[in-house]
């Protein structure tokens, strides 16, 4: 056991490999700086003459602590004494998530494991332990040119979660708080060396979120496109019309990788529940007495809730640890942050937390018919789309259709969103030859959500024989995810039925339609009637079903 807790203890030093090199028994000046739901260092010395520092190479794994690091600096150097200097930072494991780059990825109503799964794909690292009850979360997103790491810290600042990093096993954890209260307290004369406490108003009661393309939560937030919170100014005992009259603090949080209200509206509430309070941070350092004592009660970790008490200063507050820098050989050196992180003690690289967005985007949606097809009398789908907008927005959708009438005949096509029509039916005339027709249009106001468009053609008689390719579509517009068809599994079906004017004076219809699904979805029933001034009156049903 001793031997196991040396081993430990002391830097491990690993080739590029992955082949145990050294033991770093020599090394000093070592600890590491821990910042919540953001970077974790390790920083160390070795003796310039050591010939172990020649093992030590970039992008190398150093294993410390039970955590796995990888090499991102190595610093050597003679000061003015003329005496030389041999330093070493690494990142914990996660920076690994950088070497894999997203050209473009799209993950459409996911739930968490499965999208983290397509993120963390052939990186080496799995999805860890998820928090209860956040399995079923589902999320979208639409990035370009992002990094896996940046992508798995964005999910779960979407999802609300925290991320703990199992660094030896290379699994992620998601969960709701790191940390706990484990009753560990810091005493002025005990374990508080010194403290600094700078506090500064609550800086707004009201946020107005914006999402991707203007995205707002009105939908999901009783038509209401912000969210308010004066719980501090009615605690101090305003009322609550009069701290909305007076103390009315309005944020406009505008971030671009929301693409779902659910998603935003909770954001903005976390988010809210801190700016609306006044912000209390505290600077101290502590003697970690738990390296002393062995004394689980001294013992306090990076997100533990503690307890400051200072009888000096009135001080007795329960509040967060934020960030830890520890000093394993000299823990009097400790230092700890509470509550909220000083504006520039974090230090943030643009690799470790991005805060650059993908500028809105027009896009387009393409799909091609396929396999030759020929259409008849029946009515048939030869052309399905699924749509996804995360937003409200105008589409601008085109068909191109070549085909060959075997007679001369008349085609009908109608385009049909989730069961509806959009616009009138059009109708061409064809003598028997080759025809190509272009069909510009528009969809207006399209709301969000998903949805299916489908073209539906039939003819009055004889048969078009359309040709590989022969029928395309597209679909341009803002706040798009989709994809063709084919990846959503659907029937459609549909009937008409023709009826002699001469022979019937009467006509009714009745339908009962049954449809089991496996799992959840959606089922769209559209029907048509229409009466001609000839000799027929004709009845259309189309019947779709999607299944997710």
Avoid at 54 to 80: A, H, P, S
Wanted: proline content about 4%.
């Amino acid at each position: 056991m001793h031997q196991m807790n040396i081993s430990r203890d002391v830097i491990r030093v690993y080739d590029l490999i992955g082949n145990l090199s050294a033991y770093l028994e020599n090394a000093k000046n070592i600890h590491t700086d821990d910042f919540l739901n953001d970077k974790s260092m390790l920083y160390f010395e070795m003796p310039f003459n050591d010939p172990k520092v020649r093992l030590i190479q970039y992008d190398g794994q150093l294993v410390y602590k039970n955590r796995r690091y990888i090499v991102t600096e190595i610093e050597d150097g003679m000061e003015e004494s003329g005496r030389f200097t041999f330093a070493v930072t690494a990142e914990l494991a996660y920076i690994e998530l950088l070497n894999k780059v997203f050209p473009t990825i799209e993950i459409n109503a996911e739930e968490l494991r499965n999208g983290l799964e397509k993120i963390l794909s052939g990186t080496g690292w799995k999805v860890g332990i998820i928090e209860a009850g956040y399995e079923d979360e589902i999320f979208s997103l639409k990035e370009s040119r992002k990094t896996a790491l940046w992508l798995v810290r964005q999910v779960a600042k979407i999802v609300g979660l925290e991320i703990q990093w199992d660094s030896m096993n290379r699994l992620v954890h998601f969960v709701k708080r790191i940390g706990s209260n484990r009753g560990a307290s810091f005493r002025y004369r005990k374990n508080l060396k010194s403290v600094k406490r700078t506090i500064t108003p609550p800086e707004a009661t009201v946020i107005i979120p914006y999402g991707k393309n203007g995205l707002t939560i009105a939908d999901v937030n009783d038509g209401k496109n912000y969210v308010e919170n004066y719980d501090w100014y009615v605690s101090q005992g305003v009322s609550l019309s009069e701290a909305r009259q007076k103390y009315r603090k309005e944020y406009i949080l505008e971030d671009e990788r929301f693409i779902l209200p659910g998603n935003l509206k909770r954001y903005a509430e976390d988010l809210l529940k801190e700016m609306a309070f006044p912000r209390i941070s505290y600077q101290v350092t502590v003697l970690d007495l738990s390296a002393i004592t062995g004394l689980e009660e001294d013992k306090f970790y990076l997100g533990d809730d503690v307890r400051i008490y200072n009888e000096d200063l009135n001080l007795d507050v329960t509040t967060r640890i934020l960030r830890m820098k520890v000093y394993p050989q000299e823990p009097w050196r400790n230092e700890v942050e509470l509550g909220f992180l000083e504006p520039g003690l974090g230090d943030i690289s643009n690799d470790s937390i991005s805060n650059d967005v993908q500028a809105a985007q027009p896009d387009l949606l393409f799909i091609k018919s396929g396999a030759a097809k020929t259409i008849g009398t029946s009515p048939l789908f030869p052309l399905q789309i699924s749509i996804t907008n995360f937003g409200s927005t105008n589409a601008q959708i085109g068909l191109m259709l070549i085909c060959q009438a075997k007679a001369a005949l008349t085609v009908t096509i109608k385009l049909m969103f989730n069961g509806s029509d959009i616009g009138p039916p059009i109708k061409q005339y064809m003598p028997a030859g080759w025809h190509t027709i272009g069909l510009p249009f528009i969809i207006a106001q399209m709301p969000s959500g998903t949805g299916m468009l489908e073209v539906q053609m039939f003819t009055d008689t004889g048969t078009i024989d359309i040709p590989q390719d022969g029928l395309q579509m597209f679909v341009y517009a803002q706040n798009l995810l989709g994809g063709i068809s084919s990846e959503v599994p659907r029937p459609s079906v549909a009937e008409m039925y023709s009826f002699n004017k001469a022979n019937y004076t009467t006509i009714q219809t009745r339908q009962a339609v049954a449809i089991v699904l496996d799992g959840p979805g959606r089922v769209n029933v559209g029907e048509h009637h229409s009466l001609q001034y000839e000799n027929s009156i004709s009845t259309h049903v189309a019947i779709n079903t999607i299944r997710r």
